[in-house]
């Protein structure tokens, strides 16, 4: 498979063929990427929507203060691109994989058409990037050890069999002091409970209320997944409660947002 880069880029260098690890699926997925599969084609229009305009602002919140020019990040799971798109153009060099291919054949259609190379102050400076690939897990990256400055990953580890997987596989390619910024899906949320309520109802009544809830089987109380990011190496120094279309200082509240967001660093 040919990434695609912009013009002059130097891409993020995978592991080499002959050591590269595996890509099987893992089948317990499959229906979530199908989910997202047919959504491709509507997905960036989402951000235009409040409770995905909350989700641009919290993963904003947690990424306040960090200086993004010249380190290379991984979106994982990255959809049409939105948040891959946010960080090439805060500084870094960003590589935005998803296991759907409709996603990043859009993610590759938006960045050619709407995200143009930077200009270069300095002959010296390192080369801007950003570039989408096809994989199978995110579980399974196709990246050295230590080779990451940072990684966003954004409401996929509530769809994927195995959330421990992926947080050992981030582990591994972060160098240390690395940043991990991840939303995950908020068990104490009100707001979620009233989703599972509606999608319940609406599967006694034959209707498709709130679909993705299918599909997203992992959640976390912040104290829980906090003390997971621990048991892999990740030291967390900021939560955010976000999501759904209620007011922004009722998402911040731990009962509120549907999602929460964690800045961790990796020891």
Same mark, same amino acid.
Request: charged share 25%.
């Given at each position: 498979m040919e990434p695609e880069t912009n013009p002059g880029d130097q891409p993020l260098q995978p592991i080499p063929a002959t050591s590269q690890r595996s890509r099987s699926p893992e089948h317990p997925a499959k229906d979530a990427v199908a989910y997202h599969r047919e959504l491709a084609r509507s997905w960036e229009q989402r951000y235009q929507k409040p409770a995905?305009?909350?989700r641009l602002r919290a993963f904003q919140e947690c990424l306040a203060g960090r200086d993004l020019h010249g380190q290379d990040w991984l979106d994982?799971?990255?959809?049409?691109?939105?948040? &891959? =798109?946010? /960080?090439f153009e805060a500084g870094a060099r960003v590589l935005g994989v998803d296991a759907a291919q409709e996603m990043i054949v859009m993610a590759r259609e938006l960045a050619s058409s709407d995200v143009a190379t930077p200009?270069?102050?300095?002959?010296?400076?390192?080369?801007?990037?950003l570039r989408f690939e096809h994989i199978a897990t995110i579980a399974k990256l196709p990246l050295s050890d230590q080779s990451l400055d940072g990684i966003l990953c954004s409401s996929v580890l509530e769809y994927v069999p195995d959330p421990q997987a992926c947080l050992t596989e981030? &582990? =591994?390619? /972060?160098?240390p002091g690395g940043l991990l910024v991840v939303s995950v899906a908020?068990?104490?949320?009100?707001?979620r409970w009233a989703q599972m309520g509606t999608h319940r109802l609406g599967r006694i009544l034959g209707e498709s209320w709130c679909a993705f809830l299918d599909h997203s089987h992992n959640e976390y109380t912040p104290a829980s997944f906090r003390a997971l990011l621990k048991e892999h190496g990740f030291t967390t120094s900021n939560v955010v409660a976000f999501g759904s279309p209620i007011p922004q200082w009722l998402q911040r509240r731990e009962f509120g947002g549907s999602l929460l967001a964690f800045r961790a660093v990796r020891e």
């Open positions: 995905f305009k909350a994982a799971g990255s959809g049409s691109g939105t948040l &891959a =798109r946010y /960080l200009d270069v102050a300095g002959k010296h400076d390192p080369p801007r990037q981030f &582990a =591994r390619v /972060l160098r908020n068990r104490n949320s009100l707001v």
